[in-house]
């Protein structure tokens, strides 16, 4: 009897101890906050937190890391005239994903305190004039300028103005829409001579450029465009098996090859052909392997502080795969590791180093909308 009281009295201990600790963590930590319906959410003053660091950088010039091959000495222009939309945030893509997070934002919080600048300098900066001088450049460029990261972004940022009721936001969307609809044939023109997908952790990855695109076409309604990306991906995707997951993170991922793949698949196949492919691309020890959140030694490296990105879009992607994993024995594991990816991630996206802040913020507000959308959609399906 004694025994039997002291072993109860230890384990009580230990869950008091863990739960005061966990408690902790939620109180000390003011961007977040669990829901109502038991989903992770930006506080009002973690979304003013990401809107600065966006808002500090999208109409900074420099420093400025251009993208452009040059065949004249005429070519050689000040950041903002080359790109008098996307100047800012160091380099293009990034300045592009940071005017998605400053919508995103907007249209969560429209009454932010930082929601009359927010307008403002989008404003300035998405002019129809400049939007054509955008596209004036991308036709001159190489036509791998931007492949297919910056690309996938720029289709992001038009699919979330498209479905903004706000007249001003209205207004953005039409002025993009040149710039919209050049990049859309850039997939269009790309895809049929990409014989092999890129694989990569970076920019280039294929899975990554599609998902973005996908989701593009299916909110506006572009049928074609969405028929041609799943017939690609497809070709691409549909037999791999065995994605080796163990052989991730390099050095300055991002990206998770082996998820972003898996959350493109999700998207453009059917629930029970989803179930069937991912038990042979992602077994239970792959899933393990990208189950723990990437070490970041320095954060003032803008390429090691990739790996912070790399935790965030892991996140998106476990989130992703959700809907389709109801009843599935590997869904308690996969939301584990995104909320454990989120909060060993989230407190180090922080102002002081330019090299992460300029760019991560976008891809934690990626991460909690599809968290909140995905967790929501797929509680429906499974039942208590």
């Not at 698949?265 to 899933?287: E, N």
């Amino acid at each position: 009897m004694i025994f039997q009281k002291t072993i109860f009295l230890f384990f009580t201990c230990l869950f008091l101890i863990f739960s005061t600790l966990f408690a902790q963590e939620e109180s000390d930590n003011p961007f977040l906050q669990t829901s109502e319906t038991g989903h992770l959410t930006l506080t009002e003053i973690g979304a003013s937190h990401f809107a600065r660091l966006a808002l500090d950088c999208i109409q900074k010039e420099y420093p400025n890391k251009l993208n452009q091959v040059l065949t004249d000495s005429s070519q050689l222009n000040e950041p903002r005239e080359l790109h008098p939309s996307f100047y800012g945030c160091f380099d293009w893509h990034s300045s592009v994903h940071g005017h998605w997070m400053l919508v995103k934002l907007l249209k969560k919080f429209p009454n932010m305190p930082e929601a009359g600048e927010i307008r403002v300098k989008i404003s300035e900066n998405l002019t129809r004039d400049n939007i054509l001088a955008e596209v004036e450049y991308i036709e001159k460029e190489s036509k791998s300028w931007e492949r297919t990261y910056g690309w996938a972004w720029l289709l992001k940022l038009a699919e979330e103005l498209y479905t903004w009721e706000d007249a001003q936001g209205r207004e953005w969307y039409n002025n993009l829409m040149p710039l919209t609809e050049k990049v859309a044939y850039r997939y269009e023109t790309f895809l049929p001579v990409l014989k092999y997908p890129i694989r990569s952790g970076v920019h280039p990855n294929t899975a990554f450029g599609l998902s973005f695109a996908w989701d593009f076409a299916n909110t506006t309604g572009a049928e074609e465009f969405q028929e041609m990306i799943e017939y690609r991906a497809k070709k691409y995707f549909i037999f791999d098996h065995d994605c080796p997951a163990d052989w991730e993170p390099s050095g300055q991922d991002f990206l998770s090859s082996c998820l972003e793949e898996a959350n493109l698949m999700q998207r453009i196949l059917t629930k029970r052909q989803f179930k069937q492919w991912f038990k042979y691309f992602m077994p239970k020890d792959k899933i393990l392997s990208v189950a723990r959140p990437a070490i970041v030694s320095d954060r003032s490296d803008p390429k090691i502080v990739h790996l912070d990105g790399l935790n965030l879009s892991r996140a998106w992607s476990m989130y992703g795969l959700l809907p389709k994993m109801a009843r599935n024995k590997y869904r308690k594991i996969l939301i584990k590791a995104a909320e454990e990816h989120l909060r060993v991630t989230l407190p180090n996206i922080a102002s002081e180093n330019y090299e992460g802040a300029h760019w991560l913020a976008s891809f934690v507000v990626y991460a909690l909308s599809v968290e909140e959308g995905q967790i929501i959609e797929s509680r429906e399906i499974v039942k208590p």
